[in-house]
């Protein structure tokens, strides 16, 4: 994007970042400056999406010139790392950009059939489950990163989880060393599996944990290596405890606000081994969706 901040680091050092971007822009979806879109996209931000997919037009901030006339308001303020990402937001074009994949797939998988209510409604919902997987396999990717000032780029130009990754440290000392080599050595069975727990946690916008059956279910759905078990595991629950306000609350004004509430409650209410089942969306579009980030 032009006037930039920090994203050359990601194209050039983050691969799926930049397959992503290649992917997208190959599929005619334009980035414009958020001052060129409406005034609802500044309002109402995340009620926007389904219409940013259908225009394919990610909106997005001029970081550089930001970032600039920040440090020119204030030349002699210093800012720690936690205080910088604190008090920035940046742009979130990873996280768009990742709906945008399962949007697409999902409209091609769909050929001359109507793409609206239930059909455009659980492509949302999966697409929601890829992006946040997305940007979970970028950020434990950093893990392993040695730049100092890769946090701090990467915080500008991905959407920030809120997953504690100090508490999951705490809980289990050695966690995170453990999932960036998991990151590292896996990232098609890590980006599964997190899309599977992520969607799962969407269309159970009230769960809080799985029982063990279908923990092991998820694990063998992301053919993962038995390595890497434990650290699933921890995965999947932390899926499950991220964003429960957006899940439970935003969600549904979302799809409120598009006129697919009733779609959406449908969606839901599906068995939860239906969206693993061939032959539905999620189990037909994750691994073209995977290969968009991970195979050039």
């Not at 996209?41 to 219409?51: G, K, M």
């Not at 010139?65 to 920040?70: I, M, R, S, Y």
């Not at 999966?126 to 992006?131: D, N, Q, R, T």
């Not at 434990?230 to 995965?235: D, F, W």
Request: charged letters at 25%; a negative charge.
């Amino acid at each position: 994007m032009p006037d930039g901040f920090g994203e050359g680091l990601l194209l050039n050092e983050f691969a799926p970042y930049r397959r992503q971007r290649r992917w997208l822009l190959g599929m005619g979806y334009r980035f414009v400056e958020l001052h060129d879109r409406p005034a609802e996209d500044h309002v109402a931000p995340e009620l926007q999406l389904l219409a940013i997919l259908r225009e394919r037009r990610f909106p997005y901030t001029s970081l550089g010139p930001a970032v600039e006339g920040l440090l020119k308001m204030s030349p002699r303020a210093t800012f720690d790392d936690a205080g910088f990402m604190q008090a920035t937001r940046g742009n979130n074009c990873s996280h768009e950009g990742s709906h945008g994949v399962i949007y697409e797939l999902a409209r091609e998988r769909a050929g001359t059939k109507s793409f609206s209510g239930e059909a455009v409604t659980e492509a949302l919902l999966v697409g929601e489950g890829f992006a946040i997987a997305f940007d979970l396999l970028l950020t434990f990717m950093l893990l392993s990163h040695e730049r100092r000032s890769a946090p701090l780029l990467f915080s500008l130009n991905v959407v920030q989880s809120s997953l504690g990754l100090r508490e999951l440290e705490r809980a289990q000392p050695g966690i995170l060393r453990r999932l960036a080599a998991f990151a590292q050595d896996e990232p098609t069975g890590m980006l599964k599996l997190l899309t599977a727990a992520s969607l799962v946690a969407n269309v159970r916008p009230v769960a809080r944990a799985l029982g063990a059956p279908f923990v092991q279910y998820l694990v063998d759905f992301s053919g993962l290596d038995s390595r890497y078990a434990e650290e699933a595991k921890v995965l999947i629950d932390a899926s499950l405890s991220l964003g429960i306000d957006f899940r439970r609350d935003l969600a549904r004004t979302f799809f409120r606000f598009n006129d697919l509430e009733g779609a959406y409650h449908a969606v839901c209410q599906r068995p939860l081994e239906y969206h693993f089942e061939a032959g539905s969306l999620f189990h037909d579009v994750l691994p073209s969706a995977t290969a968009v980030a991970l195979v050039d």
